[in-house]
């Protein structure tokens, strides 16, 4: 005995939702037909220059198990960086990194 499979085509066509992240909410100022309010940052940001922030994914993460506070410890040497109870994650190699506190922006001219 032998069953035929049957085939059902799609009747309906679906629209798409890939955009939707990208679309603003509407607020009730534009409901309203107000102008949209801006952003804080938006009225200061006028004739700053441009920011793209690098995507530079790790190219491994691992997680690393200690028996005991000499192990921890004698990690830190091998890899000789400080880690300290509160240590989450680093980075190896140790980034070279100017710290933010260092960092200034200056004008010519001014």
Not at 92 to 108: A, G, L, S, T
């Amino acid at each position: 005995m032998s069953v035929e499979k049957s085939i059902l085509e799609e009747s309906t066509v679906y629209e798409s939702h890939e955009d939707d992240k990208a679309r603003k909410a509407p607020t009730l100022a534009g409901l309203i037909g107000q102008e949209e309010p801006q952003e804080e940052w938006e009225k200061n940001w006028k004739g700053m220059p441009e920011f793209d922030q690098e995507n530079n994914p790790a190219f491994k993460k691992l997680i690393v198990t200690f028996a005991s506070k000499e192990d921890y410890d004698d990690f830190a040497k091998l890899i000789d960086q400080p880690l300290t109870p509160k240590t989450k994650s680093i980075w190896h190699p140790k980034p070279d990194r100017v710290p933010n506190f260092m960092m200034r922006w200056i004008e010519d001219g001014e």
